[in-house]
């Protein structure tokens, strides 16, 4: 009997391996596949400058909403020292995302690629969310990941969201699909008359 059940358990755990051998290689297609859009093609181009732009120009962001917040900060808690915290720390947040949304404003106007600052958001977005979870598993005390939401929601999620928001907004209102040909533009050199 023994021998059976030492013949089934290495059985058992021979497809466990197989399985999680299995599940490494998918994912690591789907990071070969998400990375080689970082890339460049062989005539020095990425191949998605769209995602090239965006991640570049959310990192300068990230810097923008720092220095956002420190003068908000700054400015502000004279002026709002007598209030509640919670109209403070909004009032704080919302000049900050305010501020963003403005820059967010005037480069969507200068771009000619009007998805551009939508997805720069959509990265901080992106950030957000893997700060929020990456917390969970650091923290891992109620308590404490009670006290990281308000400091994640006042820095972070209000003016990413209201940054999102707007971004959204712009790009509904002025994004034009490129137009297609009916053919591609190959074909037209090929074609025999």
């Known amino acids: 009997m023994d021998h059976n059940n030492d013949f089934y358990r290495q059985i058992d755990q021979a497809e466990r391996e197989r399985r999680r051998s299995e599940r490494k290689e998918k994912w690591a297609k789907r990071e070969k596949s998400f990375w080689k859009a970082f890339l460049f093609t062989e005539d020095g181009k990425p191949k998605s400058g769209l995602m090239v732009y965006t ?73 957000a969310a893997l700060v929020c979870v990456s917390m969970v598993f650091m923290l891992g005390d109620r308590g404490a990941f009670g006290a990281f939401l308000h400091f994640f929601a006042w820095f972070i999620l209000i003016p990413v969201l209201l940054g999102l928001a707007v971004t959204y907004l712009l790009y509904r209102r002025d994004y034009v699909p490129p137009k297609e040909d009916g053919e591609a533009p190959w074909k037209k050199y090929t074609q025999r008359r």
């Not at 808690?77 to 909004?90: D, F, G, I, R």
């Not at 947040?93 to 998805?115: N, P, Y």
């Open 55 to 127: 991640f570049c120009l959310s990192l300068v962001y990230v810097l923008l909403y720092i220095a956002a917040f420190n003068f908000s900060i700054e400015w502000l808690t004279p002026l709002t020292a007598s209030w509640p915290v919670l109209a403070a720390n909004l009032l704080q947040s919302l000049a900050a995302g305010a501020a963003l949304a403005l820059i967010s404003l005037v480069l969507h106007r200068l771009f000619t690629d009007k998805r551009l600052m939508l997805g720069c958001h959509i990265w901080l977005a992106l950030y």
